[in-house]
């Protein structure tokens, strides 16, 4: 083997390895610090860098992405919770850029949950409507449906959950929680009682927390006769 073949073989081990180091390197650093933008974004798109300019890695070495999720899984929750958006915007751009990861329905969800966090509710949308008409995944309809609701968009929330209904997607207590304060932002009590009994027909226990949020949302929409009737009913009772 001539010194040429050596030397490009050698130069093809270094990026067939370049996927593997970033991992390791962005694990070694921190996620939290990884997704404080001043320290560790720059990382990341440097990271974006060498995967736009070495496409041959992207193509290889896709799966090394697939078998890291919980890589992005993390940085998306840090992202979340210091209400990050560039970080979130730019780990987004990373996944479509065509490098052969599956976005998986968690990571969605996380998407669709950290641009809510940052108040980003179009970007959530439009990470939604990106999906197939035919998606029938209950998480990401509940991620969208809360998103709206703790947004105040009240009536893009229950447009949304009316159209799971035909669907046959089932939505969560923390769904329902969401949408009844939105109900009662909006003084939506039409809304608000379908929505209940959508919640008793589908066979969720009305525990403390949904149990108070029904009555204070009846309460908000002035219907006194409703809140007591929940308040009776409840097991267990708190001061609020």
Request: glycine letters at 4%.
């Amino acid at each position: 083997m001539n010194t040429h073949s050596v030397l490009t073989h050698r130069r093809l081990m270094i990026l067939l390895l370049i996927p593997f180091l970033l991992t390791i390197t962005l694990t070694w650093y921190g996620l939290h610090e990884f997704c404080s933008f001043s320290q560790g974004f720059p990382k990341l798109k440097r990271m974006m860098g060498i995967y736009k300019t070495h496409p041959i890695v992207c193509s290889n070495q896709s799966n090394t992405l697939n078998q890291n999720p919980e890589l992005f899984s993390s940085i998306l929750q840090s992202c979340a919770k210091s209400k990050d958006s560039e970080g979130a915007q730019t780990l987004h751009s990373i996944i479509t850029m065509g490098c052969g990861y599956e976005c998986t329905s968690k990571i969605v969800c996380q998407f669709i949950t950290s641009y809510a966090s940052c108040g980003l509710i179009i970007d959530a949308h439009r990470t939604f409507q990106g999906l197939s008409d035919h998606c029938l995944n209950p998480h990401i309809w509940n991620a969208i449906i809360s998103a709206h609701a703790e947004h105040g968009e009240s009536e893009q929330a229950i447009s949304l959950y009316e159209q799971t209904r035909p669907r046959n997607v089932t939505s969560n207590p923390s769904t329902f929680v969401a949408l009844f304060k939105a109900c009662a932002r909006s003084d939506r009590l039409s809304e608000a009682r379908l929505l209940h009994s959508d919640l008793e027909k589908d066979g969720f226990e009305i525990d403390l927390r949904t149990g108070n949020t029904l009555v204070d949302m009846y309460c908000k929409c002035n219907s006194l006769h409703d809140a007591r009737r929940v308040f009776d009913h409840l097991r267990t009772r708190n001061i609020v």
